[in-house]
């Protein structure tokens, strides 16, 4: 069965520049994540949606970030204008539960980098 | 105070050696409790979840001390391919999964 899948799994931009990620969760999941994970942060979850409804964006560091779920199958997560500050490896998780509580699986990420 | 934390490591430990490690969190109403296991440059996945009467999985056992607030995790018969950072993950203050930087296990042969 195929896991959740990331793209681009990596990117060089320059700052300023606008970045797209791209996460379709495992089917039959309704829950998606998005995380972010540097070395001096550890592990930090930027939004969550239940059944394609953003339910808490509370982690998304700025306005710069945005997020969206148009679909079951398909979620995107955009930065605009990147920082260098920016760069860090983001995954994507789903669950099949409701609750943000419960196990999930997260795809190989994309490993950022901003100029 | 972080929500959750751990011994970065790393635990250094032969082939065939046991290693218990611990992790202590700060959310007595805390209900949910997971191992993860993260390889170098690739993404968590799931080892274990953790219940209240503690569980094992092969050399993997869990265990739970809500009075604590801790959660263990201890590896029988190490293999090489146990080195892995493996992540403590619990339920937060606000409802949401916190996991903790990490504990760097290596395997020596």
């Known amino acids: 069965d195929a896991g959740v899948i990331q793209s681009p799994r990596h990117e060089v931009t320059e700052m300023g520049q606008e970045v797209t990620l791209r996460c379709k969760p495992i089917?039959?999941?309704?829950?998606l994540f998005w995380y972010r994970q540097t070395m001096m942060r550890g592990l930090e979850l930027l939004i969550y949606?239940?059944?394609?409804?953003?339910?808490?964006d509370s982690g998304m560091p700025e306005d710069r970030f945005s997020a969206k779920m148009p679909n079951a199958s398909f979620s995107t997560l955009k930065i605009q204008p990147s920082e260098p500050r920016d760069s860090a490896v983001y995954f994507c998780?789903?669950?099949?539960?409701?609750?943000?509580?419960?196990?999930?699986?997260f795809g190989p990420g994309t490993r950022l980098t901003v100029l | 105070r972080k929500e959750v934390e751990q011994d970065p490591g790393p635990f250094n430990v032969p082939e065939g050696a046991t290693v218990a490690f611990n992790c202590t969190y700060s959310?007595?109403?805390?209900?949910?409790f997971f191992w993860y296991r993260q390889d170098c440059r690739k993404e968590p996945k799931l080892l274990m979840s953790?219940?209240?009467s503690g569980n094992e999985d092969g050399r993997f056992t869990a265990q739970l001390n809500r009075a604590s607030q801790y959660i263990s995790l201890l590896i029988r018969d190490s293999k090489l391919s146990d080195s892995a950072t493996y992540l403590c993950?619990?339920?937060?203050?606000?409802?949401?999964?916190?996991f903790g930087a990490g504990t760097q296990v290596v395997v020596t042969p």
């Open positions: 998780a789903s669950s099949s539960e409701d609750r943000a509580t419960d196990t999930q699986y």
């Open positions: 089917s039959g999941h309704n829950s």
């Open positions: 949606f239940n059944n394609n409804v953003p339910i808490d």
């Open positions: 959310n007595s109403a805390s209900q949910s």
């Open positions: 953790v219940y209240s």
């Open positions: 993950v619990v339920t937060g203050s606000w409802g949401k999964l916190q």
